[in-house]
């Protein structure tokens, strides 16, 4: 048993396994750069949800700061007893259990990251789109231009972004930040297709696609290069402990897979404000260290996996990624695959 800041971790034989894992897929040769392209061809025509894809939590939070204003969704704090008592320190404890990665979105592409979880709000008198959580962040502009020179220089790997979580955005505001996806995206975008089953990593190669977009809010009803969220589940853990979400994991995993979603798996704990006051000294990367030992365990012998998110992806040599795409590797032949033939496009915008 370690402590980290006054929070206790169990570690048995964890970190030897998670080294196992490393030196397992270095001898594998994955270049979670290009991991993608580099795929089995057997894989190639696999649905690309039922593909295993490494994905972060909460993708954009290495930007937040203390230095920064608090954020829509993290004004609870600024408004609580509990900040008033912190009085100057609550931005710098609020920042330290704010901070979910540290590795900025291009160096999680580079290291084998492919799916980005988004918190996004609007900043008074700022005509920008900000990453929150609790704190801003870098602006949406900053970070979709660094996927997109990821993209540029790797034609066959393929990114999906979910917003979420949107503060205070208008209509006027929404339709502003779809226009800079866009502008940024372009012909990369891949617009809603009937069946999800039916887009593999051939045919989005074929169509020169690299970017899915799943946007949560109505408005996605609307645009036809938009995922809304009945093609995508991300059911939250909401948990503290190791064993908890190894549990919720589990009993998520024993569910019927939806044929027509993307499934997300959260490997993630969730501090509460008074599991944060009782370790005011602490960070949120000591409590991610007991979600990866937790989640190391559980993904042991899993082969049929979609999306699976953690936080601080690049803990231990990065050995998330490594193991989440390893499992590809692992995975038997699909029983469903589509034999090459291409998704049917929805021709119109669907209808309210």
């Not at 009803?221 to 938009?226: E, G, I, M, Q, R």
Request: charged content about 20%.
């Amino acid at each position: 048993m370690a402590n980290r800041g006054n929070i206790e971790v169990v570690v048995p034989d964890a970190i030897v396994e998670i080294q196992q894992i490393n030196s397992l897929n270095q001898s594998q040769v994955i270049d979670l750069k290009q991991w993608m392209q580099n795929l089995p061809q057997r894989l190639h025509n696999v649905p690309l949800n039922c593909i295993s894809i490494p994905g972060s939590h909460d993708s954009g939070a290495y930007s937040v700061s203390s230095l920064k204003d608090y954020a829509p969704d993290g004004r609870f704090l600024f408004n609580s007893r509990v900040g008033q008592l912190l009085g100057s320190a609550a931005k710098k404890v609020m920042c330290d259990w704010m901070r979910t990665q540290d590795l900025n979105c291009k160096e999680q592409l580079e290291n084998g990251i492919r799916y980005f979880d988004f918190r996004v709000a609007t900043k008074h008198e700022s005509s920008d789109f900000f990453i929150v959580h609790g704190l801003y962040g870098d602006s949406m502009g900053t970070i979709l231009d660094s996927i997109k020179e990821f993209l540029d220089l790797n034609s066959k790997e393929i990114v999906l972004l979910h917003f979420q979580h949107l503060y205070v955005i208008s209509n006027d505001d929404h339709h502003r930040l779809l226009q800079q996806i866009t502008d940024v995206f372009g012909s990369k975008i891949c617009p809603v297709v009937r069946k999800v089953e039916e887009v593999t990593l051939s045919w989005m190669w074929s169509q020169q696609y690299q970017v899915l977009v799943f946007y949560v809010n109505d408005i996605a009803n609307y645009h036809p290069f938009l995922w809304t969220k009945e093609f995508i589940t991300n059911p939250w853990p909401k948990v503290i402990k190791g064993d908890e979400l190894i549990q919720f994991l589990t009993e998520q995993h024993k569910q019927e897979k939806p044929l027509r979603k993307f499934v997300v798996s959260q490997g993630v704990l969730t501090p509460s404000a008074s599991f944060i006051m009782r370790h005011p000294l602490s960070k949120f990367r000591d409590l991610a260290e007991c979600a990866h030992l937790a989640l190391q365990e559980w993904l042991k012998g899993k082969q049929d996996l979609n999306i699976v998110i953690s936080d601080f992806v690049d803990m231990k040599d990065c050995w998330f990624p490594r193991m989440v795409v390893g499992l590809n590797y692992s995975r038997s032949n699909h029983s469903e695959e589509v034999n090459g033939k291409g998704p049917r496009l929805l021709s119109t915008i669907r209808a309210p």
